[in-house]
């Protein structure tokens, strides 16, 4: 009985030793934690190029949304190196149909160079904002006349990601943003 006992426990000890072998062998490469390497990845969006032409850029994008079916115009406004471009669709489209149409263009962006940097809205007011400050620069006026009006679009468009909320340090009876907006 004895003996049983000492070939039990040297088949076990066997047993560890080779399965820690074999696991020694086959761990694949080290971890970046191991081996404190980089990890190289491609980017497979190409660097937001500088606008020289503003105009010409605007046009190319207004050109490439209005080729895409049911998108009935598109207007685009440039500052500095951004792009955002408004479409138009028939108002008795459903939702899905519209954020279809939606992607659909920043697809068709996608493959320009300024335009894979773009900025889709298919929300009427904002559109028709475009609309209006991109005649006005045909017209002459200055795109930093704009600045503000463009700064409360990008705003609209950007969404607001609950992870991204600072709490605040205090709790005040009555916050800003809800006396704003009683008012």
Do not use: W
């Amino acid at each position: 009985m004895h003996m049983m006992k000492i070939l039990l426990t040297l088949l076990l000890m066997m047993m560890f030793v080779v399965g820690c072998a074999q696991n020694r062998d086959h761990a694949g490469p080290p971890s970046p934690q191991q081996n404190n390497q980089e990890i190289k990845v491609r980017q497979s969006v190409p660097e937001k190029p500088e606008i020289n032409d503003p105009e010409h850029v605007a046009n190319r994008l207004e050109e490439l949304a209005e080729s895409i079916p049911r998108v009935e115009s598109a207007n685009c406004v440039v500052f500095g190196n951004t792009a955002i471009v408004g479409i138009n669709v028939p108002g008795n489209m459903d939702r899905s149909m519209v954020g279809t149409i939606k992607y659909s263009v920043a697809e068709a962006l996608r493959k320009d160079p300024h335009g894979a940097h773009a900025i889709v809205t298919a929300d009427i007011d904002i559109a028709s904002r475009l609309e209006e400050i991109a005649e006005d620069i045909r017209n002459g006026h200055p795109v930093s006349g704009f600045a503000d009006e463009l700064s409360d679009i990008i705003g609209r468009i950007m969404p607001q990601l609950p992870k991204d909320v600072m709490p605040q340090h205090h709790a005040p009876a009555q916050s800003e943003t809800q006396q704003q907006l009683e008012r």
